[in-house]
């Protein structure tokens, strides 16, 4: 059981909120503004905050810092609006520990406040686990923007990290490929979803558009300096060796190998997943697109060595899943 405060300027969500902490066995306060609670960090014992970002007065954002500042030990998990993805970024930047992104149901709550209290030490490998879990949320959220379930997040993250180890990367390198696999796309948070769910072919306009989320899925991760490893993947993901590829029309190995390798899995999961302009492919047919673009569209290598790992079934270690870092 926990000590819980709810903050936000809407009662009907605080008093839905509570309800279902107490439910869960929690212990549960009330504030309806970032100055309320704020007050009540050190006056009362608590565990976990679970803030709203857009409130008159002291942001949710601007609470975020106040409590890491003033007691760290205090988890936050923060509730945002897709249309508020800024404040999602800074609140990445300032330790969240998770995040609620609205439109969500109450089971999701309790999932979010089971995470955040699994871990409250403060040495800097939970706080960097902690993040990782926040992060993922965001590439969740990323991906159901653009059409995907969570599976596909998933998908790809066998598949790139399995496609490593048969290349033999070092554990740097898998943890970037690792990091990589789940923030490829975070950048699409940046997309219009008018852009993302179009019917039928995409205008030269939003093409430009789509085509900016490598560099802006880095700019989110900057400053923080345990997703650094995953820049690399992001930039380089729809680079292409033979130079036709965005944002920097990098050739062969100037692109990084993490950035080949998410290249390869996160196109084969696409190609089996349905779009809002095409069907789903077979398996065998997506099988059959990546040795079509081998050596042009993809690395021939990683090509070769993600077909030995779909042959083994994409084996994983457990330290390299996301459900790790979930209850």
């Given at each position: 059981?926990?000590?819980?405060?709810?903050?936000?300027?809407?009662?009907?969500?605080?008093?839905?909120?509570?309800?279902?902490?107490?439910?869960?066995?929690?212990?549960?306060?009330?504030?309806?503004?970032?100055?309320?609670?704020?007050?009540?960090?050190?006056?009362?014992?608590?565990?976990?905050?679970?803030?709203?970002?857009?409130?008159?007065?002291?942001?949710?954002?601007?609470?975020?810092?106040?409590?890491?500042?003033?007691?760290?030990?205090?988890?936050?998990?923060?509730?945002?609006?897709?249309?508020?993805?800024?404040?999602?970024?800074?609140?990445?930047?300032?330790?969240?520990?998770?995040?609620?992104?609205?439109?969500?149901?109450?089971?999701?709550?309790?999932?979010?406040?089971?995470r955040s209290l699994r871990e409250r030490?403060?040495?800097?490998?939970?706080?960097?686990?902690?993040?990782?879990?926040?992060?993922?949320?965001?590439?969740?959220?990323?991906?159901?923007?653009?059409?995907?379930?969570?599976?596909?997040?998933?998908?790809?993250?066998?598949?790139?990290?399995?496609?490593?180890?048969?290349?033999?990367?070092?554990?740097?390198?898998?943890?970037?490929?690792?990091?990589?696999s789940v923030l490829h796309d975070v950048?699409?948070?940046?997309?219009?979803?008018?852009?993302?769910?179009?019917?039928?072919?995409?205008?030269?306009?939003?093409?430009?558009?789509?085509?900016?989320?490598?560099?802006?899925?880095?700019?989110?991760?900057?400053?923080?300096?345990?997703?650094?490893?995953?820049?690399?993947?992001?930039?380089?993901?729809?680079?292409?060796?033979?130079?036709?590829?965005?944002?920097?029309?990098?050739?062969?190995?100037?692109?990084?190998?993490?950035?080949?390798?998410?290249?390869?899995?996160?196109?084969?999961?696409?190609?089996?997943?349905?779009?809002?302009?095409?069907?789903?492919?077979?398996?065998?047919?997506?099988?059959?697109?990546?040795?079509?673009?081998?050596?042009?569209?993809?690395?021939?290598?990683?090509?070769?060595?993600?077909?030995?790992?779909?042959?083994?079934?994409?084996?994983?270690?457990?330290?390299?899943?996301?459900?790790?870092?979930?209850?």
């Open positions: 059981m926990a000590m819980i405060l709810v903050v936000d300027d809407e009662p009907a969500i605080t008093i839905a909120l509570a309800k279902k902490l107490r439910r869960d066995g929690h212990e549960c306060l009330t504030a309806s503004s970032g100055e309320e609670a704020l007050s009540r960090v050190g006056a009362e014992k608590l565990d976990l905050i679970i803030t709203d970002v857009r409130m008159p007065g002291m942001s949710g954002i601007e609470l975020l810092k106040q409590v890491k500042l003033r007691d760290a030990s205090i988890s936050v998990i923060v509730m945002s609006a897709y249309t508020d993805i800024n404040f999602a970024i800074e609140a990445l930047r300032g330790r969240a520990d998770d995040f609620l992104l609205k439109p969500f149901n109450l089971d999701d709550l309790s999932l979010s406040v089971a030490s403060t040495s800097s490998k939970d706080l960097e686990q902690l993040g990782v879990q926040a992060v993922a949320a965001l590439a969740s959220a990323a991906e159901a923007r653009d059409g995907h379930a969570d599976a596909h997040l998933n998908d790809v993250l066998r598949y790139a990290v399995s496609t490593g180890f048969e290349l033999g990367l070092d554990e740097d390198a898998l943890r970037g490929v690792w990091l990589g950048g699409m948070l940046k997309v219009p979803e008018a852009v993302l769910n179009k019917l039928g072919a995409l205008s030269p306009e939003d093409w430009n558009l789509v085509r900016q989320h490598p560099e802006a899925g880095a700019g989110i991760i900057a400053g923080v300096d345990y997703l650094e490893a995953a820049r690399t993947s992001i930039l380089h993901h729809h680079e292409r060796p033979d130079g036709g590829g965005y944002p920097s029309a990098l050739r062969g190995e100037e692109i990084s190998i993490e950035g080949r390798i998410v290249a390869v899995a996160s196109a084969f999961a696409s190609m089996l997943g349905a779009r809002p302009h095409r069907c789903a492919l077979t398996e065998s047919d997506a099988v059959s697109e990546l040795d079509r673009g081998s050596e042009s569209q993809f690395d021939g290598s990683v090509v070769r060595a993600f077909m030995s790992a779909r042959g083994a079934g994409f084996l994983v270690p457990l330290a390299f899943r996301i459900d790790h870092y979930q209850p």
